[in-house]
């Protein structure tokens, strides 16, 4: 029994590090983050749906996790498999002169979701995550539902209107004083994989998307080609729970990472390309919101600090582990009958490597 209990403990660490890992800027996947999509979040359809009713309980916050995948099915023996979700609430990303705060408001409490599944191929070693990022049953658009944060000064600002350049001024005459066209929003998007893997550190590509009727559907700072390159460090508190029923679901439970800090002030960014009108005209306002806002953006001028709260619902049975997670979250919706007591787990044993998970090099 210690050493199903071992296992359980040792899995479920590596585990949350390594969804946190890809939940906590973008959830950005490392196995299908070939292609990068552009969806409006707020438009973003639910068609196929998880493939199980809205679970409950400790498993509440996992509604979209591609637990029936048949790629999850083939995760080996006492290897992970799992689903993720993430909650930013709040945080700050500054890259140049650009600060965009992320907050909540009245309407949406939680700004920034994330949900995705994880699986170990055949190739995976003992404890070791060297499986894939299997993005939510509609796709890698519903994987990350980012609602765009408000950036002071609006587009006045970030063009430094008026200007001495004739293009950049006849884009200042078009922003009405008060109008909808004023304000200036920006959203994070994923703009390739995970690299640089370990456990509390990793490298997450992102570019971010200047919302703005009068810059066209394309102005972004960093791209698929050209992103930013974002190394944050993790910290946090870390709580397991035990699903409520271990007979009918064994080697079972949930991970959660409260008050989780992600940060990092090291990264660099590119300038800004494909804003305005279009054509070669988009030249010169890219040029002028660099100017202003002090892009491309050197180490040590930007800054990145995310807070929030993240789920790591994982299974570590010797056979079907899947199946098991699967039928915990239909079984969510019924009166527990028994139930364990969290325990907290410090991050510092990560780090030292008392739980046998020592960074990799």
């Given at each position: 029994m210690k050493e199903s209990s071992d296992r359980i403990r040792r899995a479920a660490l590596w585990s949350a590090s390594g969804a946190l890992t890809a939940a906590m800027i973008v959830a950005g996947s490392a196995a299908q983050a070939a292609?990068?999509?552009r969806t409006d979040p707020a438009k973003q359809a639910t068609q196929q749906g998880p493939g199980y009713p809205a679970p409950k309980g400790i498993y509440k916050p996992f509604t979209d996790c591609p637990v029936v995948n048949p790629l999850m099915q083939e995760s080996l023996p006492n290897q992970i498999t799992g689903c993720v979700a993430g909650e930013v609430i709040a945080g700050k990303i500054k890259i140049g002169n650009i600060t965009t705060k992320v907050r909540a408001t009245a309407k949406v409490k939680i700004p920034v979701t994330v949900q995705f599944g994880l699986w170990d191929p055949p190739n995976a070693g003992d404890n070791q995550f060297t499986g894939g990022v299997l993005p939510p049953p509609d796709g890698l658009a519903s994987q990350l539902v980012s609602f765009p944060q408000h950036i002071p000064g609006g587009l006045n600002g970030a063009l430094g209107c008026p200007s001495t350049n004739k293009t950049v001024q006849k884009l200042c005459s078009e922003i009405p004083s008060s109008a909808k066209n004023r304000p200036l929003y920006a959203s994070a998007e994923s703009a390739g994989p995970i690299t640089n893997f370990q456990v509390v550190t990793w490298t997450q590509p992102i570019m971010f998307h200047l919302i703005n009727p009068l810059l066209g559907p394309n102005c972004f700072v960093g791209s698929a080609d050209n992103p930013i390159l974002v190394n944050p460090e993790l910290n946090g508190t870390l709580v397991q729970e035990i699903d409520p029923n271990p007979k009918s679901h064994p080697d079972t439970s949930v991970l959660k990472i409260k008050n989780a800090i992600a940060t990092d002030s090291t990264f660099t960014a590119p300038g800004a390309t494909g804003c305005g009108p279009g054509g070669s005209a988009n030249i010169a306002i890219d040029e002028a919101i660099d100017a202003k806002d002090g892009l491309p953006s050197a180490s040590g001028n930007n800054v990145l600090t995310l807070q929030g709260t993240f789920f790591l619902a994982d299974c570590f049975a010797p056979h079907n582990q899947a199946k098991i997670l699967l039928s915990a979250f239909k079984a969510s919706d019924s009166p527990a009958t028994a139930r364990v007591s969290a325990r907290r787990?410090?991050?510092?044993s990560l780090?030292?490597?008392?739980?046998?998970?020592?960074?990799q090099h």
């Open positions: 292609h990068v999509q787990i410090s991050f510092a780090r030292d490597g008392r739980y046998g998970f020592k960074p």
